[in-house]
């Protein structure tokens, strides 16, 4: 148990009974009435998005949330499906849960699962990904690093914004946060 004022985003909670995950929180002080917690949750089995208020001494129940390693595979259809790297087993994972992240996600990717009562209730990517660039527009004579960046589209699909001297068949390396590029990969 936690108290409210302890909530920040990304934090898997249990409100009123079911598993939540909170999308933002804000403190909120109000002059003499007393001060909340402002909330947006996302019901994990329902899919909807809530607004809750939280006086901040009240108690908020955290479940046990076991984080694994996993390895994806390949897309089939609307699932994903990854590897147990301990068992080899084969668990095929919503489209809805993973989500924007499916932009870097390449095959035989290394990802942390986070699993509730054996289910998989989120995934994360690694900090930065190595992707090869699929298209990229012709290098202009003339262009240097500094110069103005040209959007290239990756393996995945996703599309990022390069130095020119970037062409396709290259791997880039990308921050999966901001979606930008980092370097070339070595």
Known sequence: ?????????????????????????RHVAKGNKGSYMQTKIKNLRKGTIFDVRFNVNDRIEI???ESKDYEFLY???????VM??????????????????????PPNQKIACQLYEGQIISLEVP????????????????????????EVVLETGAKVRVPPFIDSGQRVCVD??????????K
């Not at 897309?75 to 499906?81: K, P």
């Not at 900090?127 to 960046?149: D, F, I, M, R, Y």
């Open 84 to 105: 147990d790297l301990q068992t080899y087993d084969q668990i095929p994972v919503a489209a809805e849960l993973v989500g924007d992240t499916a932009q870097w996600l």
């Open 63 to 65: 479940p046990f949330v």
């Open 75 to 81: 897309r089939d259809g609307e699932d994903f499906i």
């Open 1 to 25: 148990m936690i108290k409210a004022i302890e909530l920040r985003k990304g934090r898997t909670i249990l409100h009123e009974g079911e598993l939540s995950l909170v999308h933002d929180a």
């Open 176 to 185: 999966t946060r901001t979606g930008e590029y980092i370097e070339r990969a």
């Open 127 to 150: 900090v930065t990904v190595e992707l090869e660039v699929t298209e990229a527009p012709p290098v202009v004579k003339g262009a240097t690093a500094t110069s103005q960046l040209k």
